[in-house]
């Protein structure tokens, strides 16, 4: 098989650019990650694109992948839109790494670009509500805050997790993200703040969810004959995973666990040949502060039902055994459903080579990022090690 | 590399079904699919799946693909949904082609399927038009006919093509298809009725035009080890092309070739190491008669500018040199976007295997198919060969 690397990763500001179109937030992250690349990569040597977006705004509906790569100058390029509701963006990525290993690119560009402030609240609560199952929840009135209450509060029953536990994810994410330069809501809070926010949907209140944002990521990958010619501190795709569950939460044994995040990660376990206690840093999927908690147990990081404990005992802190979302997460970074993904890569490319700035934590080898669709109907998880194999 | 096999493939009948939901539409081409394997092929076998939908309808949006996966009992089973408006099947087939060919997969579902027709009128033209070009073509007026009377215009101007030569298409096309029992218009019509239909976009009539079908189809493939547990009557896929060009019409150099095709063809004929001369029989996109004639050229079936006298030499009916669109292709085996990619699958695997029943030709060893998304924003083709490699 052959090994694959991202050469190059960048992302636009996240937030919200009533002056912005998809195509030039785009355009921002694509020669951001161009720029980011050591040696000299001229764009016409991808082979190959693909582009997560969820795109169920006004604009370009179908070909809608094409629609912005040819704005980059590749419209010689082959590019495939993929959508898997919020985890678009990882599912681009696995696109563009199955490509390169099975030959068929040696340079291939996954990336994703989101619009979704240009609409009002009730557009927006549509927006998000599309990710759920239509028939039997979205018809029926649920909202995706009101299907990740319904996890938060089976939690809480089950394994005793407390009001104060759910708020440590959004303090920790908040002071993660006030360092990063292209988070939408770049501002600490207080555990006294986040316990007291408006109530969205019971128990979660407003800190505990993430922001609606405009953005876009990109990533550039190579096959490792390119890669040594551009670099010489590579970071290595080792294990990709992704699976599916059911969409409607309603239809799982468990509203505290998320089967496809735990058969994802044991693909991308397996592929990359670690485990959990291997992975010194991740990017997970914290669109609400519950989901940051069940991946903690779904991915192996603590036991089942440990996980309010675990953020409480400060492990996914910055100096904790195991950082959790130093880019913001979600939560304070912001989430254009199909940027966030490859967002996640630019985190994890950048804590790898010691290029991230004020949140760079020392010493990381190996990071993981995990991109949920829906409440759980589709993950992608990867493994990243800094470093020729 | 790894060697690509289809071993089953099946779809449902094309047409208007407002009984069907896209679920039960998908699946009944899955059950066929994966009843038309000659072995035992469990279902849980799949180990990825790839589903093409432009589903702008009022249905699932997000996660569109793993919500028809699951209804088919594939809930645990990765699903990525792939859109690149009318190729979404095409470039389903390819993802699935590079999982097995990168060793993500060692059996990978590729499928497609959509509902229109529970739309009006009006709706049905925006459906359409979403895969034409957004702020320049669609905002501005262009219908998606209209787009497509533009390259038949040009086509007459430059190349002498004539009226009887655009109806010649759908005449053959017609005839094909009133011998496919999964046919939405199975039907015959004569040279007169083709030239004198109701006029649509000028010089488009009534009969140059494809319909607007609900439909759905899926493919099975797998690693040369896996199939050769199933079958002795194997079909493999020997040659995989896509390619992007401009989304909008009028922004390409000329109005009478598609970029995207010739450099999808030239990918896919050397993946192959094969040329057109070597190619047997062809499913081709026919949108509109001028598509098919311009695909003739653009595929290198003839030289550029012979087409019309091409599809009048006969060369390409059941008994011609080169049969093409042997289904009865969109004019009149139907057009449901996200499954017409892999619906030309469907045919190939069932000529290659003399299973084609009434319109089976003899002899067939190699067989083409070309989709293609919008007016050419994206186009696929894929080259198949009988037997063992």
């Known amino acids: 098989m052959r ?24 355009a921002t992250a694509f020669e951001a990650a161009l720029d980011s690349v050591d040696g000299e990569l001229d764009r016409t040597a991808i082979d190959e694109a693909f582009i997560g977006t969820l795109g169920v705004g006004g604009r370009q509906l179908g070909l809608s992948g094409p629609s912005v790569t040819e704005y980059v100058g590749l419209h010689g390029t082959s590019c495939t839109r993929v959508e898997n509701a919020c985890a678009a963006g990882g599912a681009a990525l696995r696109q563009a790494v199955g490509s390169i290993r099975a030959g068929m690119a040696d340079v291939a560009l996954a990336g994703g670009v989101e619009i979704m402030t240009d609409m009002s609240g009730d557009r927006t609560r549509y927006w998000l509500g599309v990710s759920g199952e239509t028939e039997w929840e979205r018809m029926a009135g649920t909202t995706f805050a009101g299907v990740y209450a319904q996890m938060a509060d089976a939690h809480m029953a089950e394994h005793g997790t407390t009001r104060e536990q759910l708020s440590r994810v959004a303090v920790k994410n908040h002071a993660n993200g006030a360092k990063n330069p292209h988070a939408h809501l770049r501002f600490e809070c207080s555990l006294d703040d986040a316990v007291n926010g408006t109530a969205v949907a019971a128990p979660l209140n407003l800190y505990d969810c993430c922001p609606t944002s405009d953005g876009a990521s990109a990533v550039l990958l190579a096959s490792r004959a390119v890669a040594e010619g551009l670099t010489d501190d590579p970071v290595q795709v080792t294990g990709s995973g992704q699976a599916s569950g059911r969409v409607g939460l309603f239809q799982r044994p468990s509203l505290t666990s998320v089967p496809a995040t735990k058969a994802a990660a044991r693909q991308a376990y397996d592929d990359a040949g670690v485990g959990p206690a291997d992975i010194d840093f991740a990017e997970v999927h914290d669109c609400f502060s519950i989901a940051e908690l069940i991946a903690y147990e779904d991915l192996g990081f603590c036991e089942t039902g440990e996980a309010g404990a675990y953020v409480e005992s400060g492990a996914t802190d910055p100096d904790g055994e195991r950082p959790v979302n130093l880019s913001g997460g979600l939560k304070s970074k912001g989430h254009p459903i199909g940027a966030t993904g490859t967002g996640q890569t630019v985190e994890v490319f950048k804590q790898l080579r010691g290029e991230a700035g004020d949140r760079q934590v020392a010493g990381l080898e190996r990071g993981l990022t995990h991109n949920v669709g829906g409440s759980g109907g589709a993950v992608a998880v990867h493994v990243y090690e800094g470093g020729w194999a």
């Open 3 to 26: 090994e694959v690397y991202v050469v190059g990763a960048g992302q636009s500001d996240f937030g919200a650019f009533p002056d912005e179109s998809y195509r030039s937030l785009f």
